[in-house]
């Protein structure tokens, strides 16, 4: 069974930066195309990064482009989402999942098609 853990979350001050983690067990990496999303309590869950299992051409929300990289360690089948110069509005639950499919979808901020989900890690910026 393919499971997915997420690490790194932490508070940080405005400005800071957290490098994230998604271990993939279960599984080879390579074999899934793998996603950020973010979801503050109350508010709509949204995509924040897609790596396909090329690792090719990573997909990113406009708001954290420049700031977030999404990449891969295949031995260690890990995906690390680095962000740098965190706000406020970053503030949220950072949850990683995982799609067995080739590219990222057209619609992978939406969710859909990413059938194994992790817990979430806690990412909470002060001003």
């Known amino acids: 069974q393919v499971q997915v853990v997420e690490s790194g979350g932490d508070l940080v001050q405005a400005g800071g930066s957290l490098s994230l983690s998604c271990t993939v067990s279960?599984?080879?990496?390579?074999?899934?195309?793998v996603s950020w999303f973010r979801q503050v309590p109350g508010k709509e869950r949204e995509g924040v990064a897609c790596?396909?299992?090329?690792?090719?051409?990573?997909s990113y929300l406009n708001s954290v482009k420049g700031r977030f990289t999404i990449y891969r360690d295949l031995p260690g089948n890990t995906v690390f989402l680095e962000t740098h110069n965190l706000q406020s509005d970053d503030t949220a639950i950072y949850y990683c999942?995982?799609?067995?499919?080739?590219?990222?979808?057209?619609?992978?901020?939406?969710?859909?098609?990413?059938?194994?989900w992790g817990q979430g890690t806690q990412v909470a910026v002060s001003s």
């Open positions: 999942a995982a799609a067995r499919v080739d590219v990222c979808p057209t619609n992978w901020t939406a969710g859909i098609g990413f059938t194994v």
């Open positions: 279960g599984s080879r990496l390579v074999d899934y195309t």
């Open positions: 790596i396909d299992w090329t690792g090719r051409g990573p």
